[in-house]
């Protein structure tokens, strides 16, 4: 019994080892961008909010009223700054990249 314990806890222990020994994936590169909007008003911050905030590869999402700006953290490998102004657009606001990281 003791003999079949120690076999099944060392290929345990071999599982765990080739598994932390394999190739990790590299980070997603996230990039941010900074949309000029039409919005106007708080409920159009919230309408961005909610509908731009689930698009593939979106991580953070910022919507500034009295500036008018959405910032958008995103992983550049689902998404890009296009899709994203597509989005905006959709919504029924007019969107530009002023700056992009």
Known sequence: MKR???????AICCAFATLSAAPKKP????KT??????????????KIMENVSFEKGVKDLRV???T??????????????LALRKSINKLGYKARVIAFE
């Open 33 to 46: 961008v900074v949309y000029q909007t039409t919005l106007d008003c708080e409920n159009c911050a919230k």
């Open 64 to 66: 500034d009223v009295p």
């Open 27 to 30: 980070k997603a590169s996230t």
């Open 68 to 81: 008018k700006q959405v910032t958008v953290v995103f992983d550049a490998a689902k998404t890009d700054t």
């Open 4 to 10: 079949i314990t120690l076999i099944i806890l060392a």
